[in-house]
């Protein structure tokens, strides 16, 4: 067996959340429970270390309190003689006028007295907040070393250097210990990384970076996309810690990593995160009363779930036909029904998206019928080529056109056209039968 430890990153606590003001309030502790089973997870399986990328709070606004619990879960560690090592990122900066120093001194032997009766922490606990790497032997609970970490912190919250450039071959970290492996720590922006784009290159490094080390593995944070960051090297970003919006689905938590020396290591993803935010698609059934939908979703979202009772916020893409088709469209009418599922099936939130409902209408058949109806469509569909015929059939006061210019006129009178085929459809079209309509009957 070899080093065996768990990769954490952006855990972002106290970060600001997307969705609805109760499932901010939820992710903001779901975020702790998150960590909380990571720690628990390491002491469990007797992990020589936990590794955290950077990112570790989302700002200096960071609450006491929640500081509080951060310092009790890494005493928690030390007391069961696992490592906690760290590593600044741009969100938790290592430069002096910075929170982490102050959380570090903390930590160090003879800091705060925040959980009086622990072991003293230093032995076990080490921040790397400086640019320049530094490197760390690990050892066992009987003190036989194990590993070696070598790491490095951002220094302030916009760090534009290559850290990974500086660090030492794997070789000169070893220092003559052959038989450990080495494993590298840094918050970094890897280029060509997946989703990298959508995130700020602080501290840019490319895969060649991490080929020239030869470390057994890099425990990387910054990207909160887990993945590979570098094909065919044990270079990984553990992707965050609990997702927090939309744009970050699927299943969230840390690596667990087992690194022996000259053999790169392979990890296995751990889910630790409470709450899942993911997205599915639908056909709602045409026709369906109100109490029929509210079943056909709720089957949905359940088959959604990955066991039964998951905390699931669900995006929904609705599509399919509906005599209600504008009713379903209507943001308001699709975020109380939203509510109302969430309540029903104990989802975190459900939201729900209409636009691609449509009338219950063969308009082929339509077309190819003589009525009012035809003409009037038809009519609407030569006005929004022919400009002329466009302005022919204005009304003489337009509602919204203070700019009477030809051109302004004329956008404002396609915007009107742009739903006006639905409205007319829907306006047109019988009252739907007693028991197909929109109640609960
Ligand atoms: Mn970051």
């Known amino acids: 067996m070899g080093f065996r430890f768990l990769h954490l990153a952006d855990l972002h606590l106290e970060t600001y959340f997307g969705g609805q003001p109760e499932t901010r309030e939820r992710l903001r502790a779901a975020t702790l429970e998150a960590f909380d089973r990571g720690v628990e997870y390491a002491i469990e399986h007797e992990l020589h270390a936990v590794l955290v990328a950077g990112d570790v709070y989302d700002d200096p606004l960071l609450s006491l309190r929640t500081e509080g ?3 009790r879960q890494l005493r928690r560690l030390v007391d069961a003689n696992v490592w906690c090592l760290i590593a600044s990122g741009n969100h938790d900066p290592g430069g002096e006028p910075f929170r982490s120093a102050d959380i570090a001194a903390d930590l160090a032997p003879g800091g705060g007295d925040g959980a009086r009766g622990s072991a003293p922490t230093g032995a076990r606990v080490h921040w790397f907040r400086a640019p320049q790497p530094e490197v760390v032997t690990i050892s066992d609970v009987e003190g036989h070393p194990v590993g070696i970490v070598v790491g490095a912190g951002h220094p302030t919250p916009t760090e534009a250097s290559n850290l990974a450039a500086a660090f030492p071959d794997a070789a000169s970290a070893r220092a003559g210990a052959t038989h450990l492996p080495v494993v590298g720590l840094l918050h970094t922006h890897v280029a060509g990384a997946s989703a990298a784009a959508t995130h700020d290159r602080f501290a840019p490094s490319t895969a060649f970076d991490f080929h020239r080390h030869e470390f057994d593995y890099w425990a990387l944070g910054h990207i909160h996309a887990r993945q590979c960051a570098a094909p065919g090297l044990p270079v990984h970003y553990a992707g965050n810690l609990q997702g927090r919006n939309w744009r970050e689905m699927g299943s969230k938590g840390g690596l667990v990593v087992d690194a022996d020396a000259g053999a790169p290591a392979t990890p296995e993803f751990v889910r630790l995160a409470p709450v899942r935010w993911t997205r599915c698609s639908s056909t709602i059934p045409s026709g369906a009363t109100r109490g029929a939908l509210i079943d056909h979703l709720t089957r949905c979202i359940e088959a959604e779930r990955a066991w039964p009772g998951e905390e699931v916020a669900i995006r929904m893409d609705l599509k399919g036909a509906h ?16 509510k109302e599922l969430a309540a029903r099936t104990g989802a975190l939130e459900v939201e729900l998206l209409g636009s691609r409902i ?14 009012m109806l035809r003409h009037a469509l038809d009519l609407i569909d030569r006005a929004r080529t022919d400009d002329a015929l466009l302005e022919s059939i204005a009304p003489e006061t337009l509602a919204r056109a203070a700019d009477h210019s030809s051109e302004s006129v004329l956008a404002y009178l ?17 009252a739907p039968e007693p028991g197909t309509g929109w109640s609960d009957a």
Do not use: H, K, M, Y
């Open 69 to 71: 619990e951060l310092i």
């Open 358 to 371: 449509a009338l219950p209408v063969d308009r082929e058949e339509l077309r190819n019928t003589p009525s």
């Open 414 to 430: 396609r915007e009107l056209l742009a739903d006006l085929d639905e409205e007319i459809l829907e306006r047109s079209l019988q």
């Open 323 to 338: 005599p209600l088709a504008r009713t379903l469209r209507d943001p308001d009418e699709l975020n109380g029904l939203g």
